[in-house]
């Protein structure tokens, strides 16, 4: 990878943290305020959407935080040299995926197995 797409790399991904690091803050912002309402005097469906929104946030927000230790695994693979290699079998991951996708660990191949497996896990389950 030469050094310009290297500090392209670089960009981009500090771009995509600084992104995840404001939605999680607005997250927990939102978190905050819900968790201060009292449920004192509130109808019972309220409290049934209450509840479901929470559950909602909370999902989401494991989902930004997945995504910020992905992006942070990314970055440390661009400093230690092996970002854009296939960690199953070290191939280059390829220029276009690696567009789409800047945290991606697995060249197309790779990824398509793993998910099969994970399907497969998850059917067994």
Do not use: W
Request: glycine residues 4%; charged residues 40%; proline residues 2%.
């Amino acid at each position: 990878m030469s050094s310009s797409d290297l500090e392209n790399t670089r960009s981009r991904l500090a771009e995509e943290r600084r992104r995840l690091d404001r939605l999680a803050a607005s997250l927990g912002e939102s978190i905050a305020q819900s968790d201060e309402l009292s449920s004192v005097d509130q109808h019972p469906a309220d409290l049934g959407t209450e509840t479901f929104e929470q559950t909602k946030e909370d999902s989401i927000r494991r989902q930004v935080d997945d995504q910020l230790a992905e992006l942070r695994r990314a970055q440390a693979r661009v400093e230690d040299g092996t970002y854009g290699l296939c960690e199953a079998c070290g191939r280059p991951i390829g220029t276009e995926r690696l567009v789409a996708r800047p945290n991606a660990r697995f060249c197309v191949d790779d990824q398509r197995a793993a998910e099969r497996e994970r399907d497969r896990a998850e059917r067994a389950s």
